[in-house]
């Protein structure tokens, strides 16, 4: 249940938030032979359905876009002054190769002459492209064009890095589920546009789906690195189940039904509570109505770097903790259940 091949050609994809469309062309090769119907709505969500018999919904949702630097300006010299796109910390992004969606490299750095690389804020960063004009620059990168980290997939054992593992290793992991899933209810796997930037793609497919009960799959931060802030979440330990995070807080009935159908096939799990940071969890639940709603995190370390780093057990309990759950979901009527 590591299909190596299709995990790096996911991460390497470029896909900031509201570009997302060449993951979406990479992700649509591997559901399209799983799914009935594999349709993308007007904000950009990959929507794969796999039709069931009990006329109930189950959605699964993973996120698509990944972080960015959104050019906001190019001086006489051809540097490129940017923005930020989802939550990219200036410091991190200092000294970092990066690539724009026309496969355009550069590197950034900080203007040195103020203060120490510490204090770095977004307006003293800029990406050197290796021109040496304004004129030169704009033949290669307009205002608007968003750059991504250009990370490479790297394999340490049992734990694996690159950029964009927030949230395409999730994405993997629904489609690595969709090939073994078996539910009498539809499915819809729903591969989402825009989480970083304020959770914008997934409420608007789940306002059309109307689902029973989604299932969110996002990385979550760790608590097992030296003299971090204190969190019981560890790589290696298991899947984690969320309790809550800024953007939700997951109904018990959802957080014991994942528990539940952990321990009936001996899955590890974890419990988590992230301080800050929402997901595409909290976004389903407020809309339509309200949906049942709960997440399925993968543990990760370094978030919004371009060495994010988790662990293929993690990574492996979230597919079969996915597919436990779909098996086991009983589904009583919207609105009516779980008093
Ligand atoms: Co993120
Ligand atoms: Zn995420």
Known sequence: MYDKEMLK???????P????QEVSRVIRRYVQPLSDEVYTDALGNLIAVK??????KIMLSAHMDQIGLVVVDIDEKGFLRVSNVGGVNPVIAVARPVRFENGTRGVTYFETKKHSVKDTVMQELFIDIGAESRQEAEAKVQIGDVAVYAAEFTEMGNRISCGALDDRIACAAVIEALRTMKSEHSIYAVFTVQEEVGLRGAGAAAYSIAPDLNISLDVTGTGDMPECSPMSVALGAGAAIKVMDSSVIVPPVVRDFLEEAAEEQGIAVQREVLRG?????????????GILSGCISIPCRYIHSPVETADLRDYRAAVQLLCAAVAKAELPDRHTQFQ
């Open 9 to 15: 050609e996911i991460l390497e994809a470029y896909g």
């Open 17 to 20: 938030s509201g570009r997302e």
């Open 51 to 56: 039709k069931g018999s009990s006329g109930k």
């Open 277 to 289: 940071g929402g997901t595409d969890t909290g976004a389903v639940q407020r809309t339509a109505g």
